[in-house]
């Protein structure tokens, strides 16, 4: 028995362990992002007119970018600032993400310009084209727009292509570029002709252009050497110039809320506090799960996504999950729990289907691996809890049986609650009993009901069974 303890022991702690070792993983890398540790600077003339806010755009653009562009524009906002410089180089990123920037960038109050460093693929060409000014440095690209799968692949959906194309053409015409190159960007069916560089995109292509072809097809003001030079360019001195960093918690942020990553918390969350279910006693299990669902949360509200509302909602539909358990409700509180739970999730994702998508592969995953789990440690299981272990062999079960017979009709008062198993104390004497499926709260008067084998049934004493036990006396 020892050993068998034992060995469920180690297994609780290996998988307590890689649990923490995941969440611990995570926030190593959020730790080691470029510039995690950076918070905003501002040198003395930060509150000066004519200040020029330069912010890095150098990762993927996702949903946990847009809270720090939105701080670092409104900071350039309140200084009056004559210009904000987007430093980018960027593969791209999430469709949703870069329109809502391309939008900021559009409508901003103060004028900004794009400094193409590396590449502006993707997304990134898109919240290029929507800049008052594009600088490109030597050697750096724009373009490649496509909506591709994550594979790399382009996605063929024509209502897909046809809005991206839209955004693209729309962004293009803002400040007079070619809108037919902004469309063979992004459309592999399109064909056009480039005669600034003697080019023609046939199907099957997509456009990206160097900064020399940028340059001489009009999507690119001028090819620049540094930051400096753009702000040069721009009739103001390296002295004005105002860097915006990510402080760490916005870099914690863009980690938590990358979809892989909230996947990845959700799932270990779900294990966590299922575990912890399964094998009752507060340990490590619930405590990792606990921590996973809370950074869950914390990255959507460090991004602005979503408020206490939703912690409130989750929290409430697990509170409701556990009470299933021990209070029957015909299920009631599990759908409620169930739904409240969901709601919160989603409530707290930037977009709706990322997040259902999340927690659709989390709750697959967890339901494979808490399975296992059960499988495993089925011996102390939460459920042994409903179920009486009690065996006896033939002569045990006669013997037990003429004993037990002596408790019908007996009255006593439950012990623990009954679930519908339990104990209860009638005389001097504790004694296993089940009920027929209700459930009957601890210290309430029972009745020895029926004995089935090894089995005694009981029932609460209530006014109505006193008075039918009373009229079967007569």
Avoid at 62 to 71: A, D, I, N
Wanted: net charge negative; hydrophobic share 45%.
């Amino acid at each position: 028995m020892n050993s068998s303890l034992d060995q469920i022991g180690r297994i609780k702690r290996q998988l307590s362990l890689l649990l923490l070792g995941s969440l611990m993983a995570m926030l190593i890398v959020a730790g080691i992002y470029p510039q995690s540790a950076s918070a905003a600077s501002a040198p003395a003339t930060s509150n000066n007119d004519g200040a020029v806010y330069v912010i890095p755009i150098d990762r993927q653009i996702e949903s946990g970018l847009q809270k720090f562009l939105v701080r670092g524009f409104e900071e350039a906002k309140q200084a009056k600032a004559s210009w904000i410089v987007l430093e980018m180089n960027t593969p791209g990123g999430e469709l949703q993400a870069a329109g809502d920037i391309g939008a900021m960038v559009r409508n901003s109050s103060v004028p900004v310009a794009v400094f193409v460093q590396d590449k502006a693929a993707s997304a990134g060409s898109y919240i290029a084209l929507n800049a008052d000014k594009i600088f490109m440095q030597p050697g750096s690209t724009i373009g490649a727009a496509a909506i591709v799968d994550g594979k790399g692949n382009p996605i063929d959906n024509p209502k897909q292509v046809a809005y991206w194309k839209s955004e693209m053409r729309a962004a293009a015409q803002l400040h007079n570029r070619n809108a037919d190159i902004a469309d063979g960007m992004t459309d592999v069916n399109m064909v056009v002709s480039m005669p600034e560089i003697n080019q023609t995109k046939t199907k099957g292509q997509i456009i990206s252009l160097s900064s020399n072809e940028a340059l001489k097809v009009g999507f690119a003001d001028q090819i620049l050497s540094s930051t400096n030079a753009v702000v040069t360019e721009l009739g103001h001195s390296p002295e004005d110039i105002v860097k915006v960093q990510p402080s760490a918690g916005e870099n914690i942020a863009r980690v938590l809320t990358n979809p892989i990553v909230t996947t990845l918390l959700l799932f270990i969350g779900m294990v966590g506090i299922a575990m912890e279910i399964i094998i009752p006693g507060f340990g490590i299990p619930g405590i990792v799960g606990i921590v996973a669902f809370a950074l869950y949360f914390f990255g959507s509200y460090a991004a602005g996504f979503s408020g206490s509302t939703t912690w409130l909602l989750f929290l409430g539909g697990l509170i409701l999950l556990v009470l299933e358990l021990f209070i029957p409700s015909f299920g009631i509180l599990g759908i409620l729990g169930s739904a409240s739970l969901i709601t919160g999730v989603v409530k707290a994702a930037y977009d709706t289907s990322d997040a259902l998508l999340s927690l659709g592969i989390a709750f697959a995953a967890a339901a494979v691996v808490v399975t296992l789990i059960a499988i495993l440690l089925k011996e102390r299981g939460v459920w042994n809890r409903f179920i009486l272990k009690e065996q006896l062999s033939s002569e045990q079960s006669f013997m037990s049986r003429l004993t037990r017979e002596q408790f019908l009709g007996k009255e006593g008062i439950s012990v623990t609650p009954l679930r519908p198993s339990g104990t209860v104390l009638i005389g001097d004497e504790r004694i296993d009993v089940v009920t027929q499926g209700n459930f009957i709260a601890s210290d309430r008067p029972i009745r020895v009901k029926q004995v089935d084998g090894s089995r005694i049934i009981v029932e609460e004493i209530t006014e109505e069974s006193a008075l039918h036990a009373q009229l079967l006396k007569e």
